[in-house]
Protein backbone atom coordinates (compact mmCIF):
# COMPACT_ATOMS: atom_id res chain seq x y z
CA UNK A 1 0.00 0.00 0.00
CA UNK A 2 1.06 3.70 -0.82
CA UNK A 3 0.83 6.76 0.61
CA UNK A 4 3.35 8.92 2.44
CA UNK A 5 5.64 8.36 5.68
CA UNK A 6 5.37 12.28 7.60
CA UNK A 7 7.25 14.13 9.99
CA UNK A 8 4.58 15.98 12.51
CA UNK A 9 5.31 18.11 15.45
CA UNK A 10 2.88 19.36 18.46
CA UNK A 11 3.42 22.39 20.37
CA UNK A 12 2.11 21.35 23.57
CA UNK A 13 5.65 18.37 22.89
CA UNK A 14 8.93 20.70 22.24
CA UNK A 15 11.51 18.60 20.87
CA UNK A 16 9.38 15.71 19.73
CA UNK A 17 8.26 15.04 16.40
CA UNK A 18 5.99 11.85 15.19
CA UNK A 19 7.24 10.14 12.40
CA UNK A 20 4.85 7.32 11.16
CA UNK A 21 2.95 6.54 8.08
CA UNK A 22 0.00 7.18 6.16
CA UNK A 23 -2.38 7.40 3.22
CA UNK A 24 -2.95 11.47 3.83
CA UNK A 25 -0.77 12.94 6.54
CA UNK A 26 -2.62 16.34 7.08
CA UNK A 27 -5.85 13.80 7.13
CA UNK A 28 -3.71 12.01 10.02
CA UNK A 29 -3.23 14.96 11.52
CA UNK A 30 -6.53 16.35 11.95
CA UNK A 31 -7.66 12.85 13.50
CA UNK A 32 -4.57 12.86 15.63
CA UNK A 33 -5.33 16.49 17.19
CA UNK A 34 -9.18 15.23 17.74
CA UNK A 35 -8.70 11.88 19.38
CA UNK A 36 -5.70 12.18 21.24
CA UNK A 37 -5.59 14.51 24.98
CA UNK A 38 -3.25 16.84 23.17
CA UNK A 39 -4.45 20.75 23.88
CA UNK A 40 -2.84 21.94 20.29
CA UNK A 41 -3.05 20.73 17.00
CA UNK A 42 -0.31 17.98 14.99
CA UNK A 43 1.25 19.66 12.39
CA UNK A 44 2.97 18.02 9.48
CA UNK A 45 5.97 19.08 8.58
CA UNK A 46 7.27 17.02 5.49
CA UNK A 47 6.27 13.72 3.88
CA UNK A 48 7.52 11.62 1.51
CA UNK A 49 5.98 9.74 -0.68
CA UNK A 50 6.45 5.85 -0.02
CA UNK A 51 5.32 2.50 1.59
CA UNK A 52 5.22 1.29 4.76
CA UNK A 53 8.98 -0.75 4.85
CA UNK A 54 9.89 2.90 4.51
CA UNK A 55 8.66 4.09 7.28
CA UNK A 56 9.92 0.78 9.32
CA UNK A 57 13.43 1.96 8.09
CA UNK A 58 13.51 5.06 9.52
CA UNK A 59 12.07 3.95 12.93
CA UNK A 60 14.80 1.63 12.56
CA UNK A 61 17.46 4.70 11.65
CA UNK A 62 16.02 6.55 14.73
CA UNK A 63 15.75 3.87 17.51
CA UNK A 64 18.44 5.73 19.09
CA UNK A 65 16.20 8.84 19.72
CA UNK A 66 13.32 7.37 20.18
CA UNK A 67 11.40 8.14 23.01
CA UNK A 68 8.43 5.38 22.77
CA UNK A 69 6.45 4.75 19.30
CA UNK A 70 6.48 7.24 16.49
CA UNK A 71 7.62 9.44 18.95
CA UNK A 72 11.42 10.81 18.78
CA UNK A 73 13.55 13.55 20.30
CA UNK A 74 14.82 15.24 17.00
CA UNK A 75 14.44 18.72 15.13
CA UNK A 76 12.27 18.24 12.38
CA UNK A 77 14.81 19.08 9.53
CA UNK A 78 16.69 16.66 11.18
CA UNK A 79 13.84 13.53 11.44
CA UNK A 80 13.08 14.97 7.27
CA UNK A 81 16.58 14.43 6.36
CA UNK A 82 16.57 10.95 7.67
CA UNK A 83 13.50 10.25 5.94
CA UNK A 84 14.92 11.09 2.85
CA UNK A 85 17.91 9.48 3.48
CA UNK A 86 16.03 6.22 4.08
CA UNK A 87 14.04 6.83 1.05
CA UNK A 88 16.86 7.04 -1.61
CA UNK A 89 18.42 4.08 -0.03
CA UNK A 90 15.44 1.98 -0.33
CA UNK A 91 15.43 3.30 -3.79
CA UNK A 92 18.81 1.71 -4.48
CA UNK A 93 18.31 -1.11 -3.02
CA UNK A 94 14.85 -2.54 -2.82
CA UNK A 95 13.40 -4.95 -0.82
CA UNK A 96 13.50 -8.23 -2.31
CA UNK A 97 10.85 -9.73 -3.87
CA UNK A 98 7.93 -11.15 -2.15
CA UNK A 99 7.56 -14.57 -1.83
CA UNK A 100 4.73 -16.82 -0.66
CA UNK A 101 5.52 -19.84 2.31
CA UNK A 102 5.11 -22.18 -0.65
CA UNK A 103 8.36 -21.06 -2.02
CA UNK A 104 10.40 -20.87 1.53
CA UNK A 105 9.28 -24.67 2.18
CA UNK A 106 8.54 -27.08 4.65
CA UNK A 107 10.58 -27.44 8.17
CA UNK A 108 11.79 -31.00 6.89
CA UNK A 109 14.39 -29.64 4.81
CA UNK A 110 15.64 -26.88 6.76
CA UNK A 111 17.27 -24.88 3.63
CA UNK A 112 20.38 -26.63 4.40
CA UNK A 113 21.60 -24.72 1.11
CA UNK A 114 22.06 -21.74 3.38
CA UNK A 115 23.39 -22.95 6.04
CA UNK A 116 26.83 -23.37 4.77
CA UNK A 117 26.10 -19.59 3.36
CA UNK A 118 25.01 -18.10 6.64
CA UNK A 119 28.56 -19.61 8.41
CA UNK A 120 30.37 -18.03 5.93
CA UNK A 121 28.86 -14.44 6.29
CA UNK A 122 29.36 -14.71 10.04
CA UNK A 123 32.83 -15.89 9.73
CA UNK A 124 33.69 -13.66 6.36
CA UNK A 125 32.09 -10.32 9.05
CA UNK A 126 34.10 -11.41 11.73
CA UNK A 127 30.82 -11.69 14.03
CA UNK A 128 29.22 -13.85 16.24
CA UNK A 129 25.62 -16.21 16.14
CA UNK A 130 24.71 -13.19 18.70
CA UNK A 131 25.74 -10.20 16.27
CA UNK A 132 23.69 -11.98 13.04
CA UNK A 133 20.75 -12.37 15.50
CA UNK A 134 20.54 -8.64 16.23
CA UNK A 135 21.41 -7.48 12.61
CA UNK A 136 19.04 -9.74 11.75
CA UNK A 137 16.10 -8.94 14.44
CA UNK A 138 15.96 -12.50 15.93
CA UNK A 139 17.19 -13.85 19.48
CA UNK A 140 20.23 -15.60 19.26
CA UNK A 141 19.40 -19.01 19.77
CA UNK A 142 17.46 -18.54 16.72
CA UNK A 143 20.26 -18.52 14.64
CA UNK A 144 21.49 -21.52 16.34
CA UNK A 145 18.85 -23.51 15.63
CA UNK A 146 19.44 -22.76 12.31
CA UNK A 147 23.13 -23.38 11.76
CA UNK A 148 22.22 -26.93 13.44
CA UNK A 149 19.52 -27.61 10.92
CA UNK A 150 16.93 -27.95 13.79
CA UNK A 151 15.19 -24.97 12.22
CA UNK A 152 14.68 -22.54 9.56
CA UNK A 153 13.62 -19.13 8.77
CA UNK A 154 10.44 -17.89 8.17
CA UNK A 155 9.74 -15.62 5.31
CA UNK A 156 9.65 -12.74 7.01
CA UNK A 157 12.94 -13.57 8.66
CA UNK A 158 14.59 -15.19 5.04
CA UNK A 159 13.80 -11.60 3.66
CA UNK A 160 15.51 -9.85 6.69
CA UNK A 161 18.45 -11.80 6.48
CA UNK A 162 18.91 -11.48 2.64
CA UNK A 163 19.01 -7.63 3.04
CA UNK A 164 21.31 -7.91 5.84
CA UNK A 165 23.32 -10.84 4.38
CA UNK A 166 23.11 -11.30 1.01
CA UNK A 167 21.90 -14.15 1.19
CA UNK A 168 18.85 -15.22 -1.40
CA UNK A 169 15.38 -15.99 0.79
CA UNK A 170 15.41 -18.48 -1.79
CA UNK A 171 18.40 -20.93 -0.58
CA UNK A 172 16.06 -21.13 2.31
CA UNK A 173 13.59 -22.67 0.24
CA UNK A 174 13.15 -26.70 -0.23
CA UNK A 175 13.36 -27.89 -3.60
CA UNK A 176 10.03 -28.12 -5.50
CA UNK A 177 9.01 -32.08 -6.00
CA UNK A 178 8.46 -33.11 -10.18
CA UNK A 179 5.09 -34.39 -10.28
CA UNK A 180 4.35 -37.33 -12.40
Not at 71 to 89: T, Y
Not at 152 to 159: E, G
Request: charge should be positive; proline fraction near 8%; aromatic fraction near 6%.
Amino acid sequence: MTGYVYVMTNPAMPGLVKVGWSKDPHERAKQLSRTTSVPLPFEVRGKVFGQRPLEAAVHRDMRSCSVGGEFFRAAPDEAMSRVESCAAWLADNPPAPKLTRADVGRREDCGVRGIPLLREWIGRQGRTQADAALAVGVHFSTVSRWLSGDSRPSLNQATRMQSVTGIPVTTWAVPLKETT
